[in-house]
Structure formats: structure tokens, C-alpha cells
């Protein structure tokens, strides 16, 4: 979708976190406010994404600095990215993006040659994501997750128990 006006306001995502070893792709929406600020995929300290995949591949997440994190995810065949390449967005939440264009997720999934499955971490990344991939004609099994975002409030066991899923893809 094009964005009309004034482009310096727009937020965009980062660059995915994947290399030929990737077997499961985890796509969120946007990047938050902290995150944008820090440069880092799930910056907010409330945010349980690091968590929720160090309990997936057994690692430490939480505890690495931010390169050794990102090292660790590939490493354990888990690549990074967003649905959304740009928008406009007052704060963090989903629910604030207006006038979005997609990222390219055709075109990154085409270089991902051990790729077995899509996982869209909460509803709008699942939203924007499914429609892209149809609109792809990319045929992949996709695993719905609950946001780890602190704005999505069920508890953290019932999150880590869906997480747990993306083991079957990752052996």
C-alpha cells in the first residue's frame, strides 16, 4: 500500500534474523517504541518474546546480551522478522497502525531453503501475514501465537505452553 504525505514520520522494521539454516520463521508486526529507540527486536523489558523462545530452543535468552540472543535463535534454526515494513503508529500498540505497507515475506521465504513453518507472534501479525502469504501463493503451515506483548494479558504459562509448539518444527 502506498503512504500518502509526509514519510519522515513513519516507523519501520528492522532487517529479518535468518540465514539457510532457518526452520521456523517468527513474524511479529511492528516494531514497539523501545525497540525502535534501542535498534533491538523485543527491546521492552516487559516484553516476553526472549523469554517465551528461550524456553522453546533452551537457552538463556533473557540473560545474553542482545548479539549473543540473536546468535542463539539461528543457531537453533529461528529466524526474525515483521509483517509490517512501514507505517504510521502514535505509541506501541497494533492496534495504533494506520496505512501500513507489508514487508516482502514472499520474496524472504523464497531464500530460506529449510524453512518448515511460519509463526505469527499475535493477531495483527497474523492478520497481515496470512493475507500476504495467500496473496504469495506460499502453502507453509502457520502456528498462531498469543502476543508476548505485556498489552496482551493472558497469563505467561498459557502463552509459554502454545509457545512450546514450535519445538515440533524445530527438530
Known amino acids: 500500500m502506498a503512504l500518502p504525505g509526509d514519510l519522515s514520520d513513519l516507523k519501520r522494521n528492522f532487517p529479518p534474523v535468518v540465514d539457510a539454516r532457518t526452520r521456523v520463521l517468527i513474524l ?4 514497539g517504541e523501545v525497540s525502535l529507540a534501542q535498534q533491538q527486536y523485543y527491546a521492552h523489558p516487559q516484553n516476553r518474546f526472549w523469554h517465551l523462545v528461550g524456553e522453546v530452543i533452551g537457552e538463556p535468552l533473557p540473560s545474553l546480551p542482545y548479539a549473543q540472543r540473536l546468535e542463539a535463535v539461528l543457531a537453533h534454526g529461528v529466524g526474525l522478522w515483521d509483517v509490517v515494513a512501514q507505517a504510521r503508529r502514535e505509541g506501541s500498540l497494533d492496534s495504533n497502525i494506520r496505512l501500513h505497507a507489508g514487508s516482502d515475506l514472499a520474496g524472504l521465504i523464497g531464500t530460506l531453503p529449510t524453512l518448515r513453518a511460519v ?3 499475535g493477531g495483527t501479525a497474523a492478520r497481515i501475514g496470512q493475507r500476504a502469504l495467500a496473496q504469495g501463493g506460499l502453502a ?12 496482551y494479558t493472558i497469563p505467561y504459562a498459557t502463552k509459554r505452553d502454545a509457545w512450546l509448539a514450535l519445538r515440533d518444527w524445530l527438530t
Not at 507453509?140 to 498489552?151: I, N
Open 140 to 151: 507453509l503451515p502457520v502456528l498462531l501465537l498469543p502476543s508476548s506483548s505485556p498489552a
Open 119 to 121: 509463526a505469527f507472534n
Open 28 to 31: 511479529g508486526s511492528l516494531p
